[in-house]
């Protein structure tokens, strides 16, 4: 029987479906059963994001009414035939899923894999509600400005009113340069502001932007330090103890050394 | 002197924006928080009176609490009208 997590953050644009992707394909990348669902009914991407989007016949409302077997709607992943994806519908009908509907759906899923993982919308309406529903746990994103954190605080305040408690922090895109000249809020910060447990740190590559034009999610790439950072966070949900990666170590001489010994930083 | 130091070198940590972005941080995370529900507030005002009557008589219908923001700050504003002061063993 597997665990639910909903990947959520209040603010659009924050980086939830690339964290998504990431974490599920990392997560199948060390064996476990993962799906990934898109609940972002009406605006369907994370097929995108993984490059499946050519192979979908059957989205989440189909099996929500009854249209076809959840089995038939599942994609498998190219890559990972441990990892699958339900994805989204395109219809303009967000009321086309009730959270009944979606707990129903989480309870069947969560059957046969290790871990469901919800690609949540952005803002706190139906959507918001549809995707935390089936969820026992979330992961809230947010990146080091003002207006993200703000969301994120609201997102944790909703989360907290409903069933799911304590949930965890990643903190996207951080520029450690900008920190460290004082114009980037840092991870204490925001924790401090948040009053949350850190899940992972992400820093702001490049190299998700070329993944995502790929269709192939950064954590494949071993040269990406934002794949590595996703990596870590995936080991840290399947409970195993990592240590914060250190951001700085970005393209520094002892770095490429490392790298030229074969040596990888946490 | 190491103050002068960083503004020569254009490090002044208090106008950093980063510092900026903590203050406004700080001040909306709070305005939102802000949002007390009437029952809260009944028993603030509960708490507040039972420790205030170990020291001093007070008009308990003429006591007002309240919560009141402006751009920089959030103030807890109580009016309490004070009868008698009592003896206290102290003094």
């Given at each position: 029987m597997g665990e639910v997590y909903v990947i959520t953050s209040g603010k659009g644009g924050v980086g939830k479906t690339t964290t998504t992707a990431n974490i599920g394909t990392s997560l199948a990348m060390q064996g476990y059963r993962v799906v990934l669902v898109d609940a972002d009914i009406g605006l369907r991407n994370l097929d995108v994001v993984l490059g499946l989007e050519n192979r979908i016949v059957y989205d989440l409302v189909d099996v929500a009414h009854g249209r076809c077997r959840l089995r038939q709607a599942l994609i498998r992943d190219r890559r990972f035939e441990n990892l699958y994806l339900l994805p989204a519908a395109q219809t303009k009908d967000k009321t086309a899923v009730n959270p009944e509907q979606m707990k129903e759906l989480c309870a069947e899923l969560k059957k046969e894999s290790d871990y469901v993982i919800m690609d949540?919308?952005?803002?706190?309406?139906?959507?918001?509600?549809?995707?935390?529903?089936?969820?026992?746990?979330?992961?809230?994103?947010?990146?080091?400005?003002?207006?993200?954190?703000?969301?994120?605080?609201?997102?944790?305040?909703?989360?907290?009113?409903?069933?799911?408690?304590?949930?965890?922090?990643?903190?996207?895109?951080?520029?450690?340069?900008?920190?460290?000249?004082?114009?980037?809020?840092?991870?204490?910060?925001?924790?401090?502001?948040?009053?949350?447990?850190?899940?992972?740190?992400?820093?702001?590559?490049?190299?998700?932007?070329?993944?995502?034009?790929?269709?192939?999610?950064?954590?494949?790439?071993?040269?990406?330090?934002?794949?590595?950072?996703?990596?870590?966070?995936?080991?840290?949900?399947?409970g195993e103890e990592v240590p914060l990666m250190n951001l700085e170590d970005g393209g520094g001489f002892m770095n490429r050394v490392r790298r030229l010994l074969g040596l990888r930083t946490g | 002197?190491?103050?002068?130091?960083?503004?020569?070198?254009?490090?002044?940590?208090?106008?950093?924006?980063?510092?900026?972005?903590?203050?406004?941080?700080?001040?909306?995370?709070?305005?939102?928080?802000?949002?007390?529900?009437?029952?809260?507030?009944?028993?603030?005002?509960?708490?507040?009176?039972?420790?205030i009557k170990d020291y001093m008589v007070i008009d308990e219908k003429m006591m007002e609490i309240n919560l009141e923001q402006d751009k920089k700050c959030v103030a807890l504003v109580a009016n309490i009208p004070v009868v008698r002061m009592k003896r206290l063993p102290s003094h």
């Open positions: 949540c919308p952005a803002g706190i309406e139906q959507g918001f509600r549809n995707a935390t529903a089936g969820a026992e746990k979330a992961i809230v994103v947010t990146t080091p400005e003002v207006a993200a954190v703000r969301d994120a605080d609201r997102i944790i305040g909703l989360l907290e009113a409903s069933e799911i408690r304590d949930p965890v922090l990643v903190l996207n895109r951080i520029r450690t340069k900008m920190v460290k000249t004082g114009d980037m809020l840092d991870v204490e910060d925001v924790i401090e502001h948040l009053a949350i447990d850190l899940l992972g740190i992400v820093p702001d590559d490049e190299s998700i932007i070329i993944s995502t034009n790929r269709g192939e999610p950064a954590v494949l790439n071993s040269d990406s330090k934002a794949g590595q950072a996703y990596r870590n966070i995936s080991r840290r949900i399947a | 002197m190491l103050e002068l130091l960083q503004r020569i070198f254009g490090r002044d940590s208090l106008k950093s924006s980063k510092n900026v972005a903590q203050e406004r941080l700080r001040l909306v995370l709070m305005h939102d928080r802000l949002d007390l529900s009437p029952q809260v507030l009944e028993e603030l005002r509960a708490d507040l009176m039972n420790v």
